[in-house]
């Protein structure tokens, strides 16, 4: 007998031993099964390591995803494309202008999508945003929303960004002289809530002097998805998703998603049963569902597809613009003669307007669209844009004498937007920070298809007006009221964090501030010229007034 059970435990054991190496044997066949893929087909590439493939530095926060794909792409400079393994994923880096349009513009049917850095299982709101939907549904929701940010939608909002940017100057000319020195992302991103919950959700906020406000504490939670945690996690969703699902991987609370959504439930009844509307994008959003519903047509946009396009414009404004208007600034204090260039434009366009900027006059300012589009080429707020591929589609040879190769269903493009942005090919001395490449185009872009930080073709970012407006407002009443310096806590030259996948400085983006004396003196003029004009309002309604007065007694 005890034989007999001895003999039973030794073949469990041994069953077990066997299944636990087959399940090894496979997962490690899993892990490397492409890891030739690339040697294969002569494309350049950086030899892989087993399961995670090219992401070793990222992941042991050796580097940045900019830094990394930086590198793969420079491996030579006569391939049309290169190849980078995201983990176990083989990804197409493409490096042609013309290969680049080609997949993003002329051949949209065989590109229609990204590659969702979110698997919908496990997060039914990002799943479902506008920049992850894919291909009919993705279409329809497009056309849908295109119409809210053109330019006479944006020019109706131009107030409500003006009010929220004269508050953060006002804010920042007044700063002690202890506070002068400060930490500029998280300053901005107060400025970025406010601007959205005006515009988006007509939520009319001041996270500028009270950032304790809990529109602007759920704003944060629900839209910190670039940190080192989060970053991991759009890793696992994009490359295990049955782990995401299983872990319960959500980027958004569920609290989180409760106080947006409440928010335009409560805010569209409110509308509703007073007959109010305000010229946001909350009320286009109900617009365009009152449209569609009563169209007659089998499409409907429920509240609910509100509430989530709603938040959809939220997370794709709130970190984008705070990173984007966060390395300007640096730049801008990092290049003085560049800034005193911009304010002599601001200034002079403040006198030419009677102290007050228009929709118009931010909209002419040519300098400042260059300062911008400018320090967007040296730091995209992401380092690529992607295609996913759904129809087999041939590529050329990736270098002379080669193969044509072709991308199979599933496969997914990077456009590697910081690579290029830094490619001599394209911009002379490309490390170099200047505007004037953008401002006179006798001296600038040798290829001026070689800049588009908003994304190319149909999946363009529909916000692309919106934020550059945004970022002008801002720079406007800031500039006009302060100079931004250098300051000791200053990072010079910046260096990028490492680990994460968006461009954030390694311990924070430190300037110091310094209120304008000259600009001073001109808004207190400004100011004086608003004030007696009130008081001459007032004194000729007071007049207007008496007058009324003594008529009315003579004829009684």
């Not at 850095?117 to 939907?133: C, I």
Request: proline letters at 5%.
């Amino acid at each position: 007998m005890v034989d007999l059970q001895s003999s039973s435990f030794q073949m469990d054991y041994l069953s077990i031993s066997l299944s636990l190496i087959a399940a090894l044997v496979a997962i490690y066949y899993l892990a490397t099964r492409n890891s030739d893929f690339f040697k294969r087909h002569g494309i350049p590439h950086v030899p892989p390591t087993p399961f995670i493939g090219n992401m070793g530095s990222l992941v042991r926060r050796k580097s940045n995803l900019h830094d990394l794909i930086n590198r793969i792409y420079n491996l030579d400079p006569d391939a049309k494309y290169v190849g980078i393994y995201e983990f176990t994923t083989p990804i197409i880096i493409l490096r042609d202008l013309e290969l680049i349009k080609t997949i993003t513009m002329k051949h949209l049917e065989h590109f229609p999508d990204h590659r969702s850095f979110v698997y919908e299982g496990a997060d039914p709101v990002f799943g479902r945003m506008l920049f992850t939907m894919k291909g009919e549904r993705w279409k329809e929701h497009r056309n849908m929303l295109t119409p809210i940010l053109t330019s006479s939608k944006i020019k109706g909002m131009f107030k409500l960004m003006t009010e929220c940017a004269v508050r953060f100057a006002d804010f920042l000319s007044v700063l002690p002289e202890n506070e002068r020195e400060t930490e500029m992302k998280a300053l901005l991103s107060r400025y970025a809530n406010d601007v959205i919950a005006s515009c988006v959700y007509g939520v009319s906020v001041d996270s500028i002097n009270d950032p304790k406000n809990v529109f602007y504490v759920y704003g944060r939670r629900g839209t910190n998805v670039l940190g080192l945690k989060k970053s991991m996690f759009v890793l696992i969703h994009r490359n295990m998703p049955w782990l995401a699902k299983l872990l319960g991987l959500r980027f958004l609370e569920k609290h989180v998603q409760k106080f947006f959504y409440d928010l335009v439930y409560e805010t569209i009844e409110n509308r509703e049963r007073m007959g109010a509307s305000r010229s946001d994008v909350l009320q286009l959003l109900m617009d365009i569902r009152d449209r569609v519903n009563n169209s007659g047509k089998t499409t409907t946009m429920t509240v609910e597809n509100v509430a989530l396009h709603a938040f959809t414009f939220y997370f794709g404004g709130f970190d984008s613009i705070t990173s984007a208007t966060t390395l300007l600034t640096q730049m801008l204090a990092e290049h003085p003669d560049v800034q005193a260039r911009l304010q002599q434009e601001i200034d002079e366009t403040l006198r030419s307007n009677n102290g007050e900027l228009t929709y118009d006059a931010v909209h002419g300012m040519r300098y400042m669209e260059a300062v911008i589009n400018e320090a967007m080429r040296l730091y995209p707020i992401l380092p690529f844009l992607d295609r996913m591929c759904v129809q087999s589609f041939q590529l050329p040879p990736p270098l002379p004498g080669g193969q044509p190769f072709t991308l199979r269903p599933g496969m997914n493009v990077w456009i590697p937007l910081a690579a290029i942005g830094r490619d001599p090919e394209y911009f002379d001395h490309p490390d170099k920070f200047d505007p004037d490449r953008f401002f006179d185009p006798a001296r600038g872009v040798k290829n001026s298809g070689a800049h588009f930080p908003f994304g190319l073709g149909q999946r363009k970012c529909i916000g692309e007006r919106f934020a550059m407006m945004e970022m002008k407002v801002l720079l406007c009443y800031v500039l006009a009221a302060c100079n931004v310096r250098i300051g000791s806590k200053t990072m010079v030259p910046m260096e990028l964090e490492k680990g994460v996948i968006n461009a954030s400085v390694k311990g924070g983006f430190w300037l110091k501030i310094e209120p304008r004396k000259i600009i001073a003196s001109l808004w207190r003029t400004v100011f004086n010229v608003i004030l007696l004009c009130c008081v001459q309002v007032v004194n000729d309604a007071d007049r207007s007034f008496q007058n009324s007065r003594i008529m009315l007694c003579d004829i009684i």
